[in-house]
């Protein structure tokens, strides 16, 4: 029961500034996924909540506890690595119970609590074996199974799913889920993979270069990203961006790609009716992007003029890349619009699922 | 239950144990008969066990009342003004005492003659209050006289304890990140510093000198930069040894250096590339081609010398062998031109060779000797470096039209190099220092025309005891050797990738 | 016998790596047979040396196995001989060669293990420095500091005592195990250090339940390393050690080839006893120790 606060942190290494001002709280079991591209200090974070990495300045709490100097083995922390850095010359059982005897837990507590962990986790089979002879998925198991025998307040995951392959790796994330609602715990999570963090998160954290960029429920990232770089990284494939310029013609307002333009929809153009000129980029993402012959009803449309460049067939949804002027557009289509490559074709954007960013601060205009 | 578990996971143990208690007794009773006629007994052991013991105790001793020391230094700090003074006096106190032990050590080891002055007394007060507190002991009858000395020095390390203690109680923690390596390193750094650093300065100062058997080594030497200078002067105008000049000497070492890494390379490359396939016996091949390296050289040595022999030698029987074949084939072929005149000749050359007195096949000796002990070593470092590199590259140059040579040339040597060139150059600085081989098979005769540079070092300090010139010798040795690492460091881009 | 037994058996001997032909094959057996031969047959003659009755010692006959073979040489080596009123000292020698080898490894291995960890584990002032200077010693010819050292032990009276020749073997083999102990820790991912820290585990912890298991393979390599070393050395030994009583082997055996009469068989005997043992660890060991000396030195 923990909640977690970074306030003001700052890490430098040497004259590298990995970390520039990270505040925020994490809430108590709450599942929280520190997302965004390699370098952004996502894990150089975790490892300061570890207690592996010094913090430059700032305060990083757990619950109330200014934890700064605190040894990680008394911050009651666990840990997943990406490694799983499972000990190699113990056994399962030795190293899950590792932990527990350092703290000196009566050998049945610690016999009660291996087995219950294993249990959980379905690799009793596998407790007198050594980890070299563990297969990746279950030696993924097993360095969980390693941080939940310890009960600690808060879990700490390094983008532990990254070493599996494809299909156990959506098995797993499942199970994590699994695991934080059985648990009840606060859950810490770092991963590189967009997807992990939507599938998983009960709240994300998206991280850039050092600054955290937006922090809220999935479904508020994907629908209402507060900047560009959010927008890009949140949803598969990723947003279209288009530079444009406002136009404001009367009452309607118009955004201008040179080689086509978009009205804005009555109920949105509001916001933007001061802004004639302004240089913006204007986003949708390609799920919002139909076939005139299978589009939604009831949308506000906008048909723009496109030539085919490539068609990637998925099965369940086709994905169009197109070309109009110097934009290229992605759309994701109902797989029965069957395009050919390099025929022109007529899309419709939803207008009402637009997005539009300030071309220079690149942050979201609402 | 918990019983069976403990016998269960001790069980290897328990059997080795009692493997070797048996393996004792057996081997005792089977002795016991010839007893009499064994030098060793239980008393030498039990005195040797006690002799290293101490030995031990003294040096862990003084090793924790270091590492407490520099501990309290980095990890304690004081509370307030006075705990401060209070902590720092004692630590300069103990710093002192420290100094003045080590200036002890080189006064008695001879580098600084500090003699029995008033900083003579100073220095020795330590050992001095050692001594004092001895006699107290005897005198009080509270220590008998032969335990009296090490009571009364482990009362007088109890003081630092006791100091360490006062510390501790008045200071407070303090975080240090790098205090533990430091802690680390320490011993190791000591250790280097005594028996490294320390002897190479006295070797500096013993290079100025005109120490000799005469001036009984250091006591009655003379130093000054005028003695240094005739050391080095001599060095390279009169004798190294005995009857060798400087340069032939160094010449001679070069091509001890060089012939030996060659051979070891060439030699040692054939062998790992045979081996570095499937084959049928390769490991009874591996094991046995490693025999030369696994005896311990001075058997080794002692074996070839023996078959150096002018007569019972190996290799004299055998050319001997040769001579008489050949001189009975030139009879044979008596008729046909040539050919017997041919065989006639090879029989005048080829013929028992006089090993100890020939200066040159003297020297061939050595060489064959060293060649056939080091090559194995080659052997395994390269194979492992062959085996390391993946069968794949070759399959692709195969398909890309290469030849087996083409292969060796632009596979194997480039990716054998980063396992090549440091065992090339780690052999070339191994071979230039070991003499062992030569001074066991020729003891670098005869007239010292087999000597390198090391060995005739060796010999003019411990058979000719010119010890201030040997000093120079050395340094000059030393020299070469470290002009040549700079060299190579230049070459190879530096330790960096090393030490990172 | 079947032809396809026969042709099988063929087959098997020539087990032919990729694209070797047959007679390539039969070539490099001869070469290998022919080396193994050249390595072996020294150690060999050793062998028959020790197994001649001492009448016919100077011989050049050149069997492996010689006439009226005899283990006397053994007997009289390793229990005297009565008849001529002499005691053997070999086991003297070997509880001396093994005390002075066993404690000069131990401490430099527990020197070594431990600042190896600072050196691998650490960054701290001087760390490349130190480094460097370690590799640096072991420029310095072995002979040169020989010198120093003995007038250094002579003035501490430690001329003919064990404790001399352990601190005179102490130095040469503790940098170059550092370097090799270092170069194997490296290897050991960080990632169980910190897990480790995570479980709870202090830094004295984490050395003695992660890195020192974890490392028992180099430390193994690094005592045979230090211990082979000094179990056949004989130039320092000589210097330091001139009394019987105190001699190691190498200096023991010596003894029996500087006598009046020089006891080739005895000698030849004592060689034997002493090298087998050695032998077999060795061979049991070499391929570890090539990978010890690449981690260590080699690949630094």
Redesign the interface.
């Known amino acids: 029961m923990a909640s977690v606060t970074f306030q003001n942190v700052i890490k430098n290494f040497g004259d590298v500034k990995v970390i520039k001002d990270l505040d925020f709280i994490v809430k108590d079991q709450e599942f929280l996924v520190l997302v965004g591209p390699s370098g952004c200090g996502k894990t150089t974070a975790l490892r300061m909540l570890?207690?592996?990495e010094e913090v430059t300045s700032g305060q990083i709490q757990i619950d109330e506890r200014v934890v700064n100097d605190v040894?990680?083995?008394d911050r009651d922390?666990?840990?997943v690595?990406?490694?799983y850095?499972?000990?190699?010359?113990m056994t399962v059982y030795d190293n899950m119970a590792?932990?527990l005897k350092?703290?000196k837990t009566p050998k049945d507590e610690i016999k009660k609590r291996v087995q219950e962990a294993a249990e959980i986790l379905d690799i009793t089979h596998l407790l007198d074996r050594k980890p070299r002879q563990l297969s990746g998925g279950q030696r993924q198991r097993v360095a969980v199974g390693?941080a939940i025998v310890?009960e600690p307040k808060v879990f700490l995951f390094d983008e532990p799913l990254s070493n599996l392959d494809a299909k156990l790796r959506v098995q797993m994330r499942a199970e994590i889920s699994k695991l934080h609602q059985r648990l009840q715990t606060t859950f810490i999570y770092v991963t590189h993979d967009q997807t992990e963090a939507m599938t998983m998160a009960s709240r994300i954290a998206v991280m850039n270069k050092g600054i955290l960029q937006q922090l809220d429920t999935p479904q508020v990232l994907y629908d209402r990203p507060a900047n560009l770089f959010v927008a890009g990284f949140i949803g598969s494939p990723s947003m279209n961006f288009f530079p444009g310029t406002i136009v404001v013609k009367g009452d309607a307002v118009e955004v201008d790609m040179d080689s086509f333009s978009v009205t804005i929809p009555e109920g949105l153009a509001d916001t933007y009716k001061g802004m004639n000129g302004r240089k913006v980029i204007f986003g949708i993402r390609p799920e919002n992007i139909h076939d005139p012959n299978f589009a939604p009803v009831n949308i506000h449309d906008q048909r723009v003029q496109a030539k085919v460049d490539v068609t990637e067939l998925m099965g369940n949804e086709t994905f169009l890349y197109m070309l109009n002027g110097k934009n290229t557009i992605v759309a994701r289509v109902d797989p029965r619009s069957h395009k050919r490559v390099g025929e022109d074709v007529e899309v419709i954007f939803n207008m009402d699922r637009l997005h539009i960013f300030d071309a220079e601060t690149e942050e979201a205009i609402r | 239950m918990e019983k069976t578990d403990f016998i269960k996971k001790n069980l290897p143990t328990i059997l080795w144990g009692a493997a070797l208690i048996s393996l004792y007794f057996v081997f005792s009773s089977l002795?016991a008969p010839?007893s009499?006629?064994?030098?060793?007994n239980s008393k030498?052991?039990v005195d040797?066990?006690k002799?290293?013991g101490g030995?031990?105790l003294g040096?862990f001793g003084a090793l924790a009342v270091v590492e407490i020391y520099f501990y309290q230094i980095f990890f304690r700090q004081p509370t307030n003004q006075t705990s401060a003074i209070i902590i720092r006096s004692i630590q300069a106190f103990i710093a002192i005492v420290a100094i003045l032990l080590v200036l002890y050590f080189f006064n008695?080891?001879?580098l600084f003659r500090i003699g029995d002055g008033g900083l003579g007394k100073i220095v020795n007060a330590p050992l001095n209050l050692q001594e004092a507190l001895k006699n107290a002991l005897i005198k009080s009858k509270f220590a008998s006289k032969t335990s009296a000395g090490t009571t009364a020095s482990i009362l007088l390390s109890l003081v630092f304890f006791i100091l360490y203690a006062v510390i501790h109680f008045i200071s407070k923690p303090r975080a240090s990140k790098?205090g533990?390596?430091?802690l680390?390193?320490l011993?190791?750094?000591i250790?280097?510093l005594f028996?490294?650093i320390?002897?190479?300065f006295?070797?500096i100062k013993?290079a100025f000198s005109n120490a000799s058997l005469g001036t009984q080594?250091?006591k009655n030497a003379q130093y000054g930069f005028i003695y240094g200078w005739n050391n080095f002067k001599t060095l390279f105008t009169g004798t190294v040894a005995q009857d060798a000049k400087f340069g032939a000497v160094l010449w001679r070492t070069v091509l001890w250096t060089v012939i030996n890494v060659t051979f070891h390379v060439l030699g040692g490359m054939g062998?790992a590339i045979?081996?570095n396939?499937?084959?049928?016996?390769k490991g009874v091949?591996r094991?046995?081609?490693?025999?030369?390296?696994?005896?311990?050289?001075?058997?080794?040595a002692?074996?070839?010398r023996?078959?150096f022999d002018s007569?019972?030698g190996?290799f004299n029987?055998l050319l001997g062998d040769l001579n008489a074949w050949l001189l009975n084939l030139s009879l044979h072929t008596q008729g046909v031109i040539g050919i017997g005149n041919l065989f006639h000749w090879l029989a005048t050359v080829i013929g028992p060779v006089s090993w100890k007195q020939d200066p040159f096949w003297a020297f061939v000796s050595v060489l064959i000797s060293n060649i056939?002990l080091g090559i194995?070593f080659m052997a395994?470092?390269i194979l492992?470096?062959l085996q390391s590199i993946s069968q794949e590259y070759y399959e692709a140059a195969e398909i890309d039209g290469a030849s087996r040579w083409q292969q060796f040339r632009n596979i194997t040597l480039p990716l054998l190099s980063?396992?090549l060139t440091?065992?090339i150059i780690?052999g070339v600085?191994w071979t230039?220092?070991k003499?062992?081989i030569i001074?066991?098979i020729t003891q670098g005769g005869p007239q010292e025309k087999t000597d390198i540079l090391?060995s005739s070092?060796?010999k003019a300090?411990?058979q000719f005891y010119r010890?201030g010139f040997?000093?120079m010798f050395?340094l000059v040795?030393?020299a070469i050797?470290?002009v040549f690492?700079l060299v190579y460091l230049k070459i190879s881009g530096g330790?960096k990738?090393?030490?990172? | 016998m079947k032809p396809n037994l026969i042709s099988r058996s063929l087959r098997?001997?020539?087990?032919?790596?990729h694209g070797?032909s047959p007679f390539k094959?039969l070539l490099?057996?001869l070469?290998?047979i022919v080396?193994?031969a050249?390595?072996?047959?020294?150690?060999l003659?050793?062998i028959t040396?020790s197994l001649r009755p001492n009448d016919t010692l100077?011989?050049?006959d050149?069997r492996i196995i010689p006439q009226n073979a005899t283990l006397d040489n053994y007997k009289e080596v390793?229990?005297?001989?009565?008849e001529k009123n002499r005691?053997?000292?070999?086991?003297?020698w070997i509880?001396?060669s093994l005390?002075i080898v066993l404690?000069t490894s131990i401490?430099s291995v527990i020197?070594?293990a431990?600042?190896a960890?600072?050196?691998s584990?650490?960054?701290?002032?001087g760390?490349?420095a130190?480094?460097?200077f370690?590799?640096?010693?072991?420029?310095?010819?072995?002979?040169?500091?020989?010198?120093?050292?003995?007038?250094?032990i002579?003035?501490?009276k430690m001329i003919n005592?064990?404790?001399g020749l352990?601190?005179a073997y102490?130095?040469t083999s503790?940098?170059l195990t550092?370097w090799m102990l270092k170069g194997y820790y490296d290897t050991i991912?960080i990632?169980?250090e910190?897990?480790?820290?995570?479980?709870?585990?202090?830094?004295f912890?984490v050395f003695t339940?992660?890195i020192l298991?974890?490392s028992t393979p180099a430390l193994a390599i690094a005592f045979i390393f230090s211990f082979m070393g000094g179990?056949?050395e004989?130039?320092v030994a000589?210097?330091i050690l001139q009394k019987n009583?105190i001699f190691t082997w190498?200096l023991g055996?010596?003894t029996y080839?500087q006598q009046f009469t020089v006891s080739?068989g005895q000698?030849?005997a004592a060689?034997v006893l002493?090298?087998i043992p050695?032998?077999a660890l060795?061979?049991y060991t070499?391929k570890w120790l090539?990978?010890g000396?690449?981690l260590g030195?080699?690949?630094?």
């Open positions: 570890a207690g592996l040894a990680p083995k922390i666990a840990m690595f990406q490694s850095a499972l000990y190699p010359h590792f932990g350092l703290r390693r310890r | 002795i010839y009499s006629g064994i030098t060793l030498i052991v040797r066990l002799e290293i030995f031990l040096i008695a080891t001879d790098t533990l390596a430091y680390l390193i011993p190791a750094f250790g280097v028996l490294i320390y002897p190479f006295f070797e013993l080594a250091t062998i045979l081996l396939r499937k084959l049928m016996f091949y094991a046995l081609l490693v025999i030369p390296w696994a005896i311990p050289t001075t058997i080794a002692m074996a070839l023996n078959e007569r019972y190996l029987i056939w194995p395994i470092v492992g470096g980063p396992v440091p065992a780690l600085v230039f220092n003499f062992d001074y066991l090391v070092m060796y300090a411990f010890y040997t000093a050395a040795i030393f050797l470290f690492t330790l990738s090393a030490t990172e | 098997w001997f020539f087990y032919r790596s070797d094959t490099i057996h070469t290998l080396a193994c050249i390595a072996v047959y020294p150690a003659r050793v040396i100077l011989t050049t050149l390793l229990f005297g001989s009565p005691q053997s000292d070999f086991f003297l509880w001396n005390s404690v401490i020197l070594a431990v600042s960890y600072a050196f584990r650490f960054k701290f002032r760390r490349s130190g480094l460097v370690l590799l640096t010693t072991q420029m310095i010819p072995a002979g040169m500091l020989l010198l120093p050292l003995y007038i250094m002579a003035k501490l005592t064990s404790l352990i601190i102490a130095v503790v940098p550092i991912p990632d169980l910190e897990a480790a820290y995570i479980d709870g585990a202090s830094r912890t339940n992660i298991p974890l179990w056949s004989y130039l000589r210097v009583a190498p055996i010596f080839a080739w000698f030849s060689s002493i090298a050695v032998m060795f061979l070499s090539v990978s000396l690449t030195s080699v690949k630094g």
